[in-house]
């Protein structure tokens, strides 16, 4: 059996969809192993998303693409289209939305739970997630109107990527989780 970590974002409250969220994870045979509700603190956040170069370059690009994608300026919104400076912006947004509410963290298990909890969530960006999953079904936001509004994606959920990932958010957001 394998475990993996689930955050229920701010924006997920907000639109009062934490319910109905822990309900598709619940439906199709996830067992919630733990769950708590806090207020982040920043430095609980940084630990989360760690100032790895590879990965803000990572995130910078996907709202470069996106602005490739439809024929957008992207100096005119960002002033600049360098990946890792797009990308430092984009992580400093994520800080401040994830400490801006309440955040719901879960431990799910299952078979092959890692896997399964990324296809329920669905793609990074909304309009790229297909109809059916989380982020596909409840929400419309996209790199480039993010980054106009000069905040995050509003995507609802993080869920771990890898078993690896999982083991190390479960330690940092359940201290004493063995
Ligand atoms: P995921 O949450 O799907 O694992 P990432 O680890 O790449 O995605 O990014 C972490 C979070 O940062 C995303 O869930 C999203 O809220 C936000 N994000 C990622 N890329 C961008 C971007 N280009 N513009 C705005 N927000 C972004």
């Known amino acids: 059996m394998e475990r993996t970590l689930?955050?229920?974002?701010?924006?997920?409250?907000?639109?009062?969809?934490?319910?109905?969220?822990?309900?598709?994870?619940?439906?199709?045979?996830?067992?919630?192993?733990?769950?708590?509700i806090l207020n982040a603190t920043i430095e609980m956040v940084e630990k989360h998303y760690?100032?790895?170069?590879n990965w803000?370059?990572?995130?910078?690009?996907?709202?470069?693409?996106?602005?490739?994608?439809?024929?957008?300026?992207?100096?005119?919104?960002?002033?600049?289209?360098?990946?890792?400076?797009?990308?430092?912006?984009?992580?400093?947004?994520?800080i401040q939305h994830l400490t801006s509410g309440p955040v719901l963290v879960l431990i799910l298990s299952g078979n092959h739970a890692v896997e399964?909890?990324?296809?329920?969530?669905?793609?990074?960006v909304p309009l790229f997630a297909e109809l059916g999953t989380i982020r596909g079904d409840f929400s419309i936001d996209s790199p480039d109107l993010s980054a106009r509004?000069?905040?995050?994606?509003?995507?609802?959920?993080?869920?771990?990527?890898?078993?690896?990932e999982a083991k190390r958010e479960i330690s940092l957001w359940f201290a004493n989780y063995s």
């Open 116 to 124: 399964m909890v990324r296809k329920i969530v669905g793609n990074t």
């Open 50 to 53: 760690p100032d790895d170069k």
């Open 149 to 164: 509004e000069k905040r995050v994606l509003q995507n609802l959920v993080h869920a771990s990527e890898t078993v690896e």
């Open 6 to 36: 689930v955050l229920i974002k701010p924006d997920a409250f907000k639109r009062g969809l934490v319910g109905e969220i822990i309900s598709r994870f619940e439906r199709v045979g996830l067992t919630l192993e733990g769950m708590k």
């Open 56 to 94: 803000i370059r990572s995130v910078g690009k996907k709202t470069i693409d996106t602005y490739e994608k439809y024929n957008l300026n992207i100096i005119e919104d960002l002033g600049t289209n360098d990946a890792l400076k797009i990308g430092q912006l984009v992580r400093k947004w994520l």
